[in-house]
């Protein structure tokens, strides 16, 4: 028998949330405010041992350019966002590589020792369309 975990919804506590345009063949980062990035450390309503959860989504009136999502932790320099790498992530929903048009994604994130930081960032692979994007994340707590 297979050992499943329930995620009470209910308990889910946003942390952050950040709205980007995006409109050029480029990569950018989700603004969560001061800092830019998450640092779980210090965030509200996360503690430690509760899960993460990324919800991502992408809106467009074009059908040319694709976007990807990009999810990384990191470990802490001083107080501010070490060198960052690929998150270690589970699609709940959708792909990290979107595709063209519009887009909703949601990633489990298991957050690795030692790298409290959380950067999300989107890519778009041309300049022809313009994506307004959003990212929302969800602290779960690890005893549901």
């Known amino acids: 028998m297979s050992s499943v975990h329930k995620w009470d919804l209910a308990a889910a506590k946003k942390i952050a949330s950040s709205k980007v345009t995006i409109s050029t063949a480029t990569t950018t980062s989700f603004d969560f405010g001061t800092p830019d990035d998450i640092n779980l450390a210090a965030a509200p309503g996360y503690g430690a041992g509760d899960r993460l959860l990324v919800v991502l989504t992408a809106s467009t009136a074009g ?19 070490g060198t960052p790498a690929a998150a270690v992530l589970s699609a709940v929903a959708g792909a990290l590589a979107a595709g063209t048009g519009d887009d909703y994604s949601a990633f489990a994130v298991k957050i690795q020792p030692g790298r409290p930081w959380l950067r999300v960032r989107v890519t778009s692979g041309g300049a022809t369309d313009t994506f307004v994007c959003h990212a929302s994340v969800y602290a779960m707590p690890s005893n549901t």
């Open 63 to 81: 059908s040319t350019d694709s976007i990807t999502w990009v999810i990384q932790d990191a470990p802490d320099n001083a107080g501010s966002i």
